[in-house]
Nanobody, 121 residues
Framework: QVQLVESGGGLVQPGGSLSLSCVAS????????MGWYRQGPGKGREFVAR???????NFADPVKGRFTISRDIAKNTMYLQMNNLKIEDTGVYYC???????????????WGEGTRVPVSS
């Protein structure tokens, strides 16, 4: 089972930028998809972005045009570049992987422990 570790969270002002990283414990070249989810205060976990094995990406509507997702296969790492951050982007950001093709976001799939991103002035 692949293990995931997020980093890069921290306090940022509205309009600012932040880059998150997710390092996997093994090669990500064969993983069907990887993605980011977040959980805001008092909210459920929601999808943010995903990148497929082929390199195609998808984003949730609230972050389109502001966030980008990428990966470095040689480093077993996925990234989330967040620009023009808004207060509503505040939350704990989780890395998720779909190593077996069962679908991203499944409870039984590998999750990181999360990294906090407070957006506040």
């Amino acid at each position: 089972q692949v293990q995931l570790v997020e980093s890069g969270g921290g306090l940022v002002q509205p309009g600012g930028s932040l880059s998150l990283s997710c390092v996997a414990s093994r090669s990500i070249s064969s993983i069907y998809a990887m993605g980011w989810y977040r959980q805001g205060p008092g909210k459920g976990r929601e999808f943010v972005a995903r990148i497929s094995k082929a390199g195609t990406s998808n984003f949730a509507d609230p972050v389109k045009g502001r966030f980008t997702i990428s990966r470095d296969i040689a480093k077993n790492t996925m990234y989330l570049q967040m620009n023009n951050l808004k207060i509503e982007d505040t939350g704990v950001y989780y890395c998720n992987a779909d190593p077996d093709g069962y679908g991203l976001g499944a409870e039984t799939s590998p999750w990181g422990e999360g990294t906090r991103v407070p957006v506040s002035s």
